[in-house]
């Protein structure tokens, strides 16, 4: 070794980036183990009830039935018998029940009520096949005059659920200041004790629909704040197209999905959260498959596709009709994708270039890209092991994770 760097030097240097890789793990975990559904659907709280998700498929199904001309002009994979099948046996993968611009401002004994079905509805679905893997409800905001309300009703909803159950999350909208992460943080820490529940039992979601949640007026941006004010117990960002763009100053005819300050905003979403282990959640379209079924379903289906290709692989449905174009584009889009990157690992695995040479970087966002493939169900492990018998789900995991391919650890 050089004897030219001073060991106590060699000391503090070493001391000093060893509490920068603390700090930077501590901060940036990575993606984790949990599974993203590819959607939330939102249900307004006088709407729902324990047979919803049934209804949503049914009406989904009729959907795809009276306009599979259309879809089938959509579908470039042949994936419309596997949506069909999806919409059949669990057509909604995660589902809130809306006490806000969903439900609106009702008394306070009609919203208690609400409040109590709604969690039976919520306890009803657990654990049932055919139910939403997970669920929530998404309360009034935190501003004054809304609070009480908001927190009253979550209560209500742990009541009628008989607590916090297995893929519960609540989500907050109108988010504006990372000092009010610190008082969900309080909030859920109240309620464990309140309920006698487990440490970090409670989750929730952040709605970013405000300008302030995106630039602070010191000029910063908050997100990041927000994300390491939660304790580790925000679970996902969940964008509102038509607050946000409102609040832009952006003309109701031109809100969209797809509109430049929709995009800056997911932008900063997406950066701030990368490798937090907190998911991106893209907004959703008030444009539904009811006067023009054939313009609406092209539209989502050009919706959901874009967003996936700018990697938010989840968005609202605000509509059963939403449901079938979701599922469509999300198969067609990870089939594509899956056919593409199988090869390009093997590739990699094998250190052939096949005309390009991946990185590890690149390989760990191609094992990802399967994984997503397999879990939404666009394709199955068998068809994945039939074209590369080494890339099994063990395999994808470490290549994903970086870590040592499974029988190769030294």
């Not at 060893?18 to 559904?37: F, M, N, T």
């Not at 306009?67 to 099948?85: E, I, K, Q, Y």
């Not at 009703?153 to 742990?158: A, D, G, N, P, S």
């Not at 109240?190 to 709605?207: I, S």
Request: proline letters at 5%; aromatic letters at 6%; charged letters at 25%.
């Amino acid at each position: 070794m050089s004897a030219h760097l001073p060991e106590h030097i060699r000391a503090r240097v070493e001391a000093v980036l060893d509490s920068v890789d603390a700090e930077l793990r501590a901060r940036y975990p990575g993606a984790g183990e949990r599974v993203q559904p590819i959607h939330t659907a939102y249900v307004g709280a006088d709407k729902s009830a324990t047979g919803t998700p049934q209804e949503w498929g049914a009406a989904a199904l009729d959907l795809l039935d009276r306009h599979t001309d259309v879809l089938a002009d959509l579908d470039t994979t042949g994936a419309l018998p596997a949506v069909r099948r999806r919409l059949t046996e669990r057509p909604i993968q995660d589902l809130r029940i809306d006490f806000e611009d969903g439900y609106g401002f009702r008394d306070d004994d009609e919203e208690d009520t609400a409040a109590a079905a709604a969690g039976a509805a919520l306890a009803d679905w657990a654990g049932k096949d055919s139910a939403p893997s997970s669920f929530g409800v998404r309360i009034k905001g935190l501003a004054v005059g809304e609070r009480s309300r908001a927190l009253r009703t979550l209560e209500l909803v742990l009541d009628g659920a008989g607590g916090v159950l297995p893929g519960f999350v609540f989500t907050v909208p109108k988010i504006r200041a990372a000092e009010q992460v610190s008082a969900l943080v309080d909030l859920c820490s109240g309620l464990e004790r309140g309920y006698g529940l487990p440490d970090h039992v409670l989750r929730f979601e952040l709605q970013i629909e405000s300008p302030q949640a995106i630039i602070a007026p010191d000029g910063t941006t908050p997100i990041a704040r927000m994300i390491q004010l939660s304790d580790k117990r925000c679970s996902a960002l969940h964008f509102g197209t038509y607050d946000y763009t409102a609040a832009c100053g952006i003309a109701a005819t031109d809100q969209a999905l797809d509109h430049p300050a929709a995009d800056h905003a997911k932008t900063v979403m997406q950066v701030a959260a990368a490798q937090t282990g907190v998911w991106i959640c893209d907004g959703s379209t008030q444009i539904v498959p009811d006067d023009d079924p054939e313009a609406a379903l092209r539209n989502h289906h050009r919706l959901v596709t874009r967003s996936l290709r700018r990697g938010y692989y989840q968005g609202w449905d605000m509509h059963p009709g939403h449901l079938v174009t979701r599922w469509l584009a999300t198969y067609d889009f990870f089939r594509t994708a899956t056919d593409v990157a199988v090869p390009r690992l093997r590739a990699y695995l094998e250190r052939r270039s096949g005309g390009v040479v991946d990185e590890p970087a690149t390989a760990e966002a191609l094992a990802v890209t399967v994984l997503r493939g397999l879990r939404c169900g666009a394709r199955t492990e068998d068809e994945i092991l039939a074209r590369a018998p080494e890339l099994t789900v063990s395999a994808l995991e470490a290549l994903a994770a970086r870590r040592p391919l499974p029988g190769t650890e030294s």
